[in-house]
């Protein structure tokens, strides 16, 4: 059972890989190269085909700006199944944006430090790996160094993200106090989207909800995606505790491989300085005690954002609380989201009014982030409930197929396979594939 569904988890990368080297999120619905989709997907590869993990990897890095940002989408080819596209964000206007492709101007999590490790882990031919890690390593380090230096404004340790579709959990209710904000100035933009040809539209983000997601870019470009005016600037700037989790442990594993490589002391010591004011700062500013959980922080308004996600949790991927602090979150975790009547992990607190169980990031179960979950519970020695998210994440995909999200209320798959977004979808198969070869 678990090998055929391991084959079908195979053909759905294999289909979705393009002979120019990048792998699309899923057909119609995600038609280009998204970075932190490229690194769990790299991952996946790696289990069965070495070469195309290695050639997402380098495909991405090949389109990294000459300051060191890595872009969140490569607009590789034409599609017009996709709203907004290049003409809308004209990463251009940067004077250090990528000349070989047009990109987005703004980026995902930090993802690849920790994606180069587990190539390495996964790898059966090390010597290999280890020097194609050699040729790429030095970008991944640049991309920190651009965030330590670009992202951090009152230098904390801590970087922000500068619009919702940089942290990758595009509509989570933790923005919604952030669109209260910007309710006033915001136009209503004219836009034809195109997700909502392709998904059913109760399960995306809203039209209004866009109108903030242009407005933002619209505001960074008529800055030319200068970094100190966005800091300045933009209505949306925040401290998001998976996107810093992410960077924290990309730090510790590029330590680790350097370390393996050799001669490269002083990246090492610079590594280890961020390391050290990022995991205090992180601890301090972005836990929450009476919630037992790490929370947003809103730097523009200047207030923390109290509501728990999925995100919440990515903290024990990073290693990043002591063990006491992880046995408060294990606790937030089996209260608030762990219920026998759902499935682990809804992305949103299910106890909150604004849960939604089937609206994209509102409420619904995503296999990276249960992937993320699965690994930070078993740094910590919670063997039992890590083996529970990796059974559940199986069992989901089992029921419904490779989709990009599912419900969590478990008494709902009685009735019908409720698996949401986009199907075959890239990132479910490559992390289920990790999930069982592990
Ligand atoms: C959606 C997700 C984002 C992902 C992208 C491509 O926008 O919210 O995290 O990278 O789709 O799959």
């Known amino acids: 059972m678990e090998r055929k569904l391991r084959e079908k988890a195979k053909k759905v990368l294999n289909a979705n890989y393009n002979e120019e080297g990048f792998t699309i999120p ?4 995600y038609p280009f190269q998204w970075k932190w989709d490229s690194g769990f997907i790299a991952i996946g590869f790696a289990h069965f085909d070495m070469f195309k993990a290695k050639k ?3 495909t991405l890095l090949d389109a990294q700006w ?3 940002f890595i872009p969140h ?5 034409e599609s017009d199944s996709y709203f907004p596209g290049p003409d809308f964000h004209k990463s251009e206007l940067h004077p250090l944006a990528s000349k070989k492709y047009k990109t987005t101007g703004i980026t995902q999590p930090p993802v690849l430090g920790f994606v180069l490790q587990e190539l390495y882990r996964i790898a059966n031919d090390k010597i290999d790996v280890l020097n194609f890690i050699k040729t790429e390593i030095d970008k991944v380090y640049n991309n920190h160094k651009y965030f330590y230096e670009n992202r951090d404004p009152n230098n904390e340790g801590l970087v922000y993200i500068y619009h919702n579709w940089e942290s990758g959990t595009d509509n989570s209710p933790i923005w919604d106090s952030v669109w209260e904000t910007m309710e006033k100035d915001t136009p209503h933009y004219k836009f034809e989207r195109r ?3 392709h998904v059913d539209a109760s399960q995306r983000p809203s039209s209004r909800e ?3 997601y242009l407005h933002i870019i619209e505001i960074a470009k008529a800055n030319n995606y200068d970094d100190v005016k966005i800091a300045e600037l933009s209505p949306f700037l925040i401290q998001d505790p998976l996107f810093n989790a992410m960077l924290i442990k990309s730090n510790q594993a590029l330590i680790d491989l350097y370390k393996i490589i050799g001669n490269n002391d002083d990246k090492i ?4 300085d961020w390391q050290s004011k990022s995991k205090p700062a992180f601890n301090d500013k972005l836990f929450d005690k009476e919630l037992g959980a790490y929370v947003h922080y809103d730097l523009r308004n200047e207030r923390p954002i109290r509501m728990i996600t999925s995100s919440s949790f990515s903290p024990l991927f990073g290693g990043i609380p002591s063990q006491e602090r992880a046995g408060v979150l294990v606790n937030t975790l089996k209260a608030k989201f762990g219920g026998d009547d759902k499935y682990l992990c809804a992305s949103f607190d299910p106890e909150n009014e604004n849960f939604n169980p089937k609206k994209y ?3 619904p179960v995503w296999v990276n982030l249960n992937w993320l979950l699965y690994y930070g519970l078993m740094n910590y020695g919670y063997d039992d409930l890590a083996l529970r998210v990796k059974n559940d994440t199986i069992e989901l995909i089992t029921k419904c197929g490779f989709y990009e999200y599912f419900d969590p209320r478990k008494e709902i798959y009685k009735k019908e396979c409720s698996g949401y977004g986009g199907n075959n979808f890239s990132w479910t198969a490559a992390l289920l594939i990790d999930l069982l070869d592990n």
């Open 210 to 212: 866009y109108d903030y």
């Open 56 to 58: 997402e990897v380098t």
């Open 195 to 197: 997700d909502t040809t």
């Open 66 to 68: 000459e300051n060191g």
């Open 73 to 77: 989408i490569v607009f590789h080819n």
């Open 269 to 272: 010591k610079t590594l280890k």
């Open 26 to 29: 899923c057909e119609g619905l």
């Open 361 to 363: 990031w509102r409420g």
